[in-house]
């Protein structure tokens, strides 16, 4: 079964509007990661997030880890349409090395 | 130097027959991974390697799956004897390892597989 788990599984929100992502995970992580994946192919790395860090920004990214709750948050603010792709958190399970990834959520970026 | 790259892009083959999808990961990797992922669907995790130690078969589907990465570089991901339930787009993807943790991935393009 798949480590992360994606929340909502799709979102559709209007231009200029902040979307909000969640994640949860299963087990302990050394760290958790953001990709986002356009037209079902290649995925490009966003934003990697340490087990001992709480929040972290990249541009109009901000992430947020709990590992007390096991859970992730990704926020996108004043969201653009292109913003819309599939979004998935991936985390590296201690002790085991490789990444595993959620099932991703669909964001769409009404004009 | 350049990225990830896959090879083919796109392969049809009919059911039964054997396929080998190639991925050259960035020069000094020392972690690669192969993924599938069915239409609509998350990543799901095939094998791992990282340098020279044995890599973690734990995902493969089934005993017609197998890959090898030679020389610690380009690796061949085999499907013998393909089934139609074998149809996926197979991600390559290679990072480094940085004070024994994992950082970020990089990603081939993808190999979209069709089995007929």
């Known amino acids: 079964s798949q480590q992360g788990e994606e929340d909502p599984q799709a979102l559709s929100i209007q231009e200029g509007e902040n979307a909000t992502m969640n994640c949860s995970y299963k087990t302990s992580i050394n760290n958790l990661q953001w990709y986002r994946q356009n037209s079902g192919r290649g995925l490009v790395h966003l934003i990697l997030i340490r087990s001992n860090e709480r929040e972290k920004h990249s541009g109009r990214l901000r992430v947020t880890l709990d590992t007390s709750k096991k859970s992730s948050s990704l926020l996108i603010t004043a969201s653009r349409a292109a913003d819309t792709a599939s979004y998935f958190c991936a985390t590296v399970i201690q002790g085991a090395q490789k990444l595993v990834f959620g099932q991703g959520t669909r964001l769409t970026i009404n004009p | 130097g350049a990225g990830v790259s896959q090879s083919p892009s796109n392969k049809v083959t009919e059911k039964g027959k054997d396929v080998e999808l190639r991925c050259d990961p960035i020069?000094?990797?020392?972690?690669l991974y192969w993924y599938r992922q069915s239409l609509g669907q998350g990543l799901e995790f095939l094998i791992y390697f990282q340098g020279n130690s044995a890599p973690d078969k734990s995902g493969l589907p089934s005993d017609r799956f197998s890959a090898e990465r030679t020389g610690g570089s380009v690796s061949t991901l085999t499907i013998q004897r393909t089934q139609q339930e074998d149809s996926a787009v197979y991600l390559c993807a290679s990072s480094l390892r940085e004070g024994g943790l994992r950082t970020e991935a990089f990603f081939g393009q993808g190999t979209r597989l069709t089995v007929v």
């Open positions: 020069s000094g990797h020392t972690a």
